[in-house]
């Protein structure tokens, strides 16, 4: 049964990254047509922003180096999505990036940055202040090409080198992203420690700093269990961009504890119980997530599509 909870958003955004974040991570190479398919079927089942892939070394992230391959073949008009393919944000970390996603014509990127040394230089080869210098001139260029581009930042809530991360420094970073440009900030819990209270406390100090709730988005990870839960301090804060990855597909190459994304599913059905508007359709969402779990050869993390995977659509709500 939805019942609506006053004081909450009455409308939230999911940005899917089942696509980028929830594949990245698989060793074995997966065909450019099944990401394709998996891409099509996401929008197809009412996810507003969708993620496609990483414009990164493809040396760094094996999985992605069919970024190009696969953006042409969706932009495609008769067997992809024509030119609202140009829409779906892909990852960028530097000039070189930039310059293979303006080849495709593609309208959004997202810089990635870090809110630790260690992982600044495990993720990007680059100090924390250099990511800064990286960015500058890619963030400039998209912008002046009419490109929009969000900021993510990574061990916001924890790092495992280099332990807690001070909320100050989390603050800092982000407002730097946002500084070269970024139209929102995604706050990143990388590996999943974080809780409710932390959640709370970062947005505020981010509100304190002069960054407005509607800049910032949430990304969890459900390491520890927690990504429900801090999404609903989150969605108490007033935030209404939330990263979800379909079927809890995910984790980071460069840091090793990071296991899978916030499941889109189980953040649909919070949102739904709650009374609050997604677009989302849970069934084909959970039909896509069984059919990839299918390609991948193991069951899907997510408690919803486990739950409902062999159900008739609709016959079970929250
Ligand atoms: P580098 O080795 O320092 O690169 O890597 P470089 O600038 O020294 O360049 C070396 C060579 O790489 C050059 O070629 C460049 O052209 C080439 P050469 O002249 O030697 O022939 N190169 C590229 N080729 C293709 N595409 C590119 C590119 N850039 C350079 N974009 C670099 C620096 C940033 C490239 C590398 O560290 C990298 O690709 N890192 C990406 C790591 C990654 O994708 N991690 C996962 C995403 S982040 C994440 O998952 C967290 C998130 O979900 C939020 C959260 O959960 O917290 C977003
Ligand atoms: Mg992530």
Redesign the pocket.
Known sequence: MSVPSRDLPSRVTIYE?GA??GL?NEKALIPTETKAEFVRRLVAAGLPVVEAT????????PQ?ADAAELMSGLTDETSGLGDSARDLPV????????D?ALELGLRHI?V?G?ATETFASK????TLDEQFA?FAPTVERARGSGMDVRA?????FGDPWEGAVPIEQVVDVGRRMLDLGASQL?L???IGVGTAGHVTALVEAFVAAGVGVDRLAL?F?DTYGQALSNVQAGLRAGITTY?ASAGGL??????ES?TG?LATEDLVWLLTGLGIEHGVDLASLVATSTWMAEHLGRPSPSAVVRALGGRPADTITP
């Open positions: 990254v980028r974040d990245q990483s414009f990164v070394h493809p040396r760094w992230v992605l990852l960028v970390p530097n000039e070189r990036g930039l293979r997202a990635f870090s993720n990007l080869n680059r990286m993510y930042v990574s061990m916001c995604s990143g819990d990388t990304h990870h990263d995910g984790g980071c190459p460069y840091a990071a994304n």
